[in-house]
């Protein structure tokens, strides 16, 4: 049976270290005992965001406690040979070898990290602050679930791995250099893994809202209601509005709405419509409503927008 560690000193100070901040700094942490040799070096980008290396050998099975009173976000990438488990609420999770995860982990969350005895390994992570995290809708959808331990998994690509070998030679680099090269090299590995990773983040926990959103701006004339969309999407209203604020920033109304007025707003400027007939289109019955909304919106009535129309005159010229 794994030998259960709280190697409490060493661990809380890692926390600080890695935690991302608004101050930029390297640093590095060790500790070893006749179980376990731990190393974690880490560059805080000053940006929200801190890259650290992580390397573990153990002499015999060993378990760390885990324990998040605040939560963070992350990007983790295991550079090793060996899978990394851990364990949450009796559950085992393996990162294996060439995979990475985007996760997040909630506030007030408790576990283990398990470590094989005559293993060694690596991983190397971006820490990720919640300011930051809230700007890509791949962090907010993991934060929306209810779980306290929650990530998508994919393998590293090439480019990803290219990157990561570039950091490694940030040794080379000295002073206002180093920082430069590092800190450009970990913004194209974040933008790189979220871009890739954003394409493939179809979870069971956004495909409903996805499907929302789709259903409800291809009715934009007339929309269902909540209720009916609720059906349409097989969940209930309370959790397709909750959720759907939570992944997208704004309520179904909110974004209905907006996509109507934008629509509308291109089809004065751009077409040759009255106001009414442009009100319609998106769905409007009531026009002094819908100019109302129109002018808090974009600061100006309907009828000034069709003032914005360009008309070009073409010459033919006929030998």
């Not at 690509?157 to 250099?177: E, H, V």
Request: contains cysteine; proline residues 2%; positive net charge.
């Amino acid at each position: 049976m794994a030998k259960i560690l709280d190697i409490v000193e060493f661990l809380s100070k890692t926390k600080q270290d890695v935690a991302p901040i608004n101050d930029k700094n390297f640093g590095s942490s060790f500790f070893a005992n006749s179980d376990i040799k731990y190393k974690i070096s880490f560059f805080n980008t000053g940006h929200n965001m801190c890259y650290c290396e992580y390397e573990c050998a153990c002499n015999k099975d060993i378990s760390l406690y885990m324990q998040e009173e605040s939560g963070y976000s992350f990007i983790c990438f295991n550079v090793g040979d060996t899978a990394s488990a851990y364990g949450h609420n009796k559950n085992k999770f393996h990162l294996k070898p060439n995979e990475l995860w985007i996760g997040k982990i909630n506030a007030d969350f408790n576990g283990l990290n398990h470590y094989e005895g005559n293993k060694i390994y690596k991983n190397k992570a971006i820490m990720i602050s919640d300011e930051l995290m809230r700007e890509f809708e791949i962090f907010k959808s993991l934060s929306c679930r209810d779980d306290k331990f929650n990530f998508i998994s994919s393998q590293i690509i090439q480019s990803q791995n290219m990157i990561l070998n570039d950091i490694d030679n940030a040794k080379y680099y000295t002073g206002k250099l180093k920082e430069i090269f590092l800190e450009s090299k970990i913004l194209e590995l974040l933008y790189k893994t979220l871009a890739q990773n954003n394409l493939d983040f179809t979870s069971c926990d956004t495909k409903y809202l996805i499907k929302a959103k789709n259903i409800m701006l291809e009715n934009l004339q007339n929309p269902p209601t909540i209720k009916e969309l609720a059906h349409l999407c097989a969940t209930n209203e309370f959790k397709l509005k909750k959720e759907f604020k939570a992944h997208f920033g704004t309520t179904i109304h909110a974004m209905l709405q907006d996509e109507r007025l934008k629509i509308a707003k291109e089809l004065l400027v751009k077409g040759d419509i009255n106001v009414s007939e442009a009100a319609n289109m998106v769905g409007y019955a009531n026009l002094s409503h819908f100019a109302k909304i129109f002018k808090t919106k974009f600061g100006v009535l309907p009828t000034q927008a069709i003032k914005q129309r360009s008309y070009y005159i073409v010459d033919r010229i006929c030998s």
